[in-house]
């Protein structure tokens, strides 16, 4: 069942009244099990299966590529991404999946707090250093309509925020249609041209060096457009980062 979202406009008091009534009525329950008390209780959280960063593809984020990867080398060994680096927190099975339906599709707004402190667990301090910006995949109007807001906006706000990034909003999704029935080069077909620079102070003074974040990778087609985008306005090198990646 949807829980209500409340408002955070709300006073302190009055708030935590709402929060209080909402719990009652609506309790909260884990994403993967729906055991109630907790968004992701302790079993669900080890259900999920963090990707080593050591034995990683370093430019796909596809597990166990670091010396050789067979999910982004194509045939004439050359890594077709206009992103420089990828980082994935988890490989994407059942619980996952849970996860991200959960607070995508069922309106559970606070697990944008959770899935940022993931991605910031899995973002080197390195990049944190090297990054002058934080940005995301915005989704399509379709998406936005039904779900009545952004889920990876919310997720990249609440990383800044817990990492001191400077959040930008960098990129404006065109009218690519849904990219999950489609295999590797149809869906590299169905996003070009699919993003652009969106209008704000950001795009008069491009940040040089962008980490862009998505919740899930599985081509790299959508990471890649976006990272196209900024390339092409000016920005130095993207990185990507993601909850999940597929392979």
Request: aromatic share 6%; glycine share 8%.
């Amino acid at each position: 069942m949807t829980r209500p979202h409340a408002s955070s406009q709300a006073p302190p008091l009055q708030g935590r009244l709402l929060d209080g009534l909402m719990e009652l009525v609506f309790p909260t329950r884990c994403v993967g099990c729906e055991s109630y008390g907790v968004l992701l209780c302790g079993t669900c959280r080890a259900a999920l299966q963090p990707i080593d960063p050591v034995t990683a593809c370093p430019r796909c984020g596809a597990p166990y590529g670091s010396l050789v990867c067979t999910e982004c080398t194509g045939r004439d060994g050359r890594v077709p991404f206009s992103f420089s680096a990828a980082r994935c927190a988890f490989s994407f099975n059942e619980t996952l999946a849970r996860l991200v339906v959960g607070y995508k599709d069922h309106d559970e707004r606070r697990l944008a707090a959770c899935i940022a402190g993931f991605l910031a667990e899995a973002l080197p301090g390195a990049w944190l250093e090297w990054a002058d910006a934080v940005t995301y995949i915005p989704a399509n109007r379709a998406a936005l309509r039904r779900r009545g807001f952004d889920h990876m906006r919310d997720v990249a706000a609440a990383l800044a925020s817990q990492t001191g990034q400077a959040f930008a909003e960098l990129l404006a999704k065109g009218s690519a249609g849904d990219q999950r029935a489609l295999g590797r080069s149809q869906r590299a077909a169905n996003l070009a041209g699919a993003f652009r620079v969106a209008a704000t102070p950001f795009a008069r003074d491009m940040p040089a060096h962008v980490i862009v974040l998505d919740d899930v990778l599985t081509t790299g087609a959508t990471l890649n457009a976006a990272s196209e985008a900024l390339v092409c306005a000016g920005v130095l090198e993207v990185r990507v980062a993601t909850l999940a990646r597929v392979w």
